[in-house]
Nanobody, 123 residues
Framework: QVRLVESGGGSVYSGGSLRLSCEAS????????MAWFKEREFVATITVKE???LYADSVKGRFTISRDNNKNTIYLQMDNLKPEDTANYYC?????????????????????WGQGTQVTVSS
């Protein structure tokens, strides 16, 4: 059974930074990609083996997704935060290559989801 647990959310002022973490447990060796979503809106994704990344246009240059396969953990470094970044952020994972044809920037491409961590950015 796969479990994803997010942490690192909080409240910051505009221009501030946060680092989200998502620790996976269970059959993580079969993961193809892991991602971050803002509610169900795509933020960033990373392939587990190659480390290939893709970002939403709204976060390019501000957010960085990374992975530590030894710890079964992905991260989202969020810099220059804006009030519109406020949301519950979810970690997601899939075992299916190319996210099952949906595209790895689509929530439908992911099978496993965490419970979310809240990010609040005040102006």
């Amino acid at each position: 059974q796969v479990r994803l647990v997010e942490s690192g959310g909080g409240s910051v002022y505009s221009g501030g930074s946060l680092r989200l973490s998502c620790e996976a447990s269970g059959r993580t060796s079969e993961f193809y990609a892991m991602a971050w979503f803002k509610e169900r809106e795509f933020v960033a994704t990373i392939t587990v083996k190659e480390g290939l990344t893709l970002y939403a246009d709204s976060v390019k240059g501000r957010f960085t997704i990374s992975r530590d396969n030894n710890k079964n953990t992905i991260y989202l470094q969020m810099d220059n935060l804006k009030p519109e970044d406020t949301a519950n952020y979810y970690c997601a994972a899939t075992n299916i290559y190319y996210c099952g044809g949906y595209g790895c920037n689509d929530a439908l491409g992911y099978d496993y989801w965490g419970q979310g961590t809240q990010v609040t950015v005040s102006s």
